[in-house]
């Protein structure tokens, strides 16, 4: 059973940073993609950014430039730093991941996709 636990995030002042962390357990064999996203209460769960079974990121207009994906294999943990932030950011933020597949896992923004989600962390940006 893979699992994933989320830890970061909490409140800051407009252009100020945070990061997250997703520490993912219980990994078959195969290859997985992962992503970030965020919600608002009452409102559909949107991507952040995304990373590949390569390592390769991708990341939604609205915060390209400002966040960065990064990974730590060796600890199964998945990053989500946040530069810049805006009121805007304001969010709960998912960590995901769907797989295993065999050979090469595309990243995807389609939530429908991601079986495996974090718990959620806040985080809230004040002007």
């Known amino acids: 059973q893979v699992q994933l636990v989320q830890s970061g995030g909490g409140s800051v002042q407009s252009g100020g940073s945070l990061r997250l962390s997703c520490t993912a357990s219980g990994y078959t064999e195969g290859r997985y993609c992962m992503g970030w996203f965020r919600q608002l209460s009452g409102q559909e769960r949107l991507g952040v950014g995304v990373?590949?079974?390569?390592?390769?990121?991708n990341y939604r207009d609205f915060v390209r430039g400002r966040f960065t994906i990064s990974q730590d294999n060796a600890k199964n943990t998945l990053y989500l730093q946040m530069n810049s932030l805006k009121p805007t950011d304001t969010a709960m933020y998912y960590c995901?991941?769907?797989?295993?597949?065999?050979?090469?896992?595309?990243?995807?923004?389609?939530?429908?996709?991601?079986?495996?989600w974090g718990q959620g962390t806040q985080v809230t940006v004040s002007s």
């Open positions: 990373v590949d079974s390569e390592g390769n990121t």
């Open positions: 995901a991941a769907f797989g295993p597949a065999n050979g090469y896992c595309a990243a995807s923004y389609n939530v429908a996709e991601y079986r495996y």
